[in-house]
T-cell receptor, first 113, second 111 residues
Framework: NAGVTQTPKFQVLKTGQSMTLQCAQDMNHNSMYWYRQDPGMGLRLIYYSASEGTTDKGEVPNGYNVSRLNKREFSLRLESAAPSQTSVYFCASSGGMGGEKLFFGSGTQLSVL | QKEVEQDPGPLSVPEGAIVSLNCTYS??????FMWYRQYSRKGPELLMY????GNKEDGRFTAQVDKSSKYISLFIRDSQPSDSATYLC???????????FGSGTRLQVQP
């Protein structure tokens, strides 16, 4: 039972490089989320997708784009990475019925030099 | 001011102690309250889930919600070294899909 799977687990980028973080869930959940976690800041929402075909900005969307490829997959793209995007990124999913219980992946540790 | 405030700790207690972790919040629309546990280099995992006010108990863990004071608590009885982790409170309101998280409290239980 895989749950939420994120790839890669670690990545080092140079400023200006681009990359895509991949996320897939096998729980048939409607909603998917991308959070970033920084020391002292907790988890902050970047983007979320309430259902297949829809995406919405969260608290800190600048510098990121997302794609809800299908019900299972939700990717996060950094078009031109900046050092301020050094963080741990978590993907999560939920049933989408309100009062959400989120299920998280194991995270991607990203460093931008 | 953040919507959800949580003391970052670290909190260090001896094995067997009762631990109290707390969060305050400012948004009166929050109705769903959760506690997540996060081990080092892992994703958060749901520990407790409460709707509206009241208490909920699950083994050694008790979650309390006081909506009148905008205050939630997590109690851990007979704490174990395996409880050493960061505990994040999280909450949301009706129709608001995404959770708002506290910054997390790091707990260390000493054997």
């Amino acid at each position: 039972n895989a749950g939420v799977t994120q790839t890669p687990k670690f990545q080092v980028l140079k400023t200006g490089q681009s990359m895509t973080l991949q996320c897939a869930q096998d729980m048939n959940h409607n909603s998917m989320y991308w959070y970033r976690q920084d020391p002292g800041m907790g988890l902050r929402l970047i983007y979320y997708s309430a259902s297949e075909g829809t995406t919405d900005k969260g608290e800190v969307p600048n510098g990121y784009n997302v794609s809800r490829l299908n019900k299972r997959e939700f990717s996060l793209r950094l078009e031109s990475a900046a050092p301020s995007q050094t963080s741990v990124y978590f993907c999560a999913s939920s049933g989408g019925m309100g009062g959400e219980k989120l299920f998280f992946g194991s995270g991607t540790q990203l460093s931008v030099l | 001011q953040k919507e959800v405030e949580q003391d970052p700790g670290p909190l260090s207690v001896p094995e067997g102690a009762i631990v109290s972790l707390n969060c305050t919040y400012s948004n009166s629309a929050f109705q769903y309250f959760m506690w997540y546990r996060q081990y080092s280099r892992k994703g958060p995992e749901l520990l407790m889930y409460t709707y509206s006010s009241g208490n909920k108990e699950d083994g050694r863990f008790t979650a309390q919600v006081d909506k009148s004071s905008k205050y939630i608590s997590l109690f851990i009885r007979d704490s174990q070294p395996s409880d050493s982790a960061t505990y994040l409170c999280a909450m949301s309101g009706t129709g608001r899909r995404a959770l708002t998280f506290g910054s997390g409290t790091r707990l260390q239980v000493q054997p």
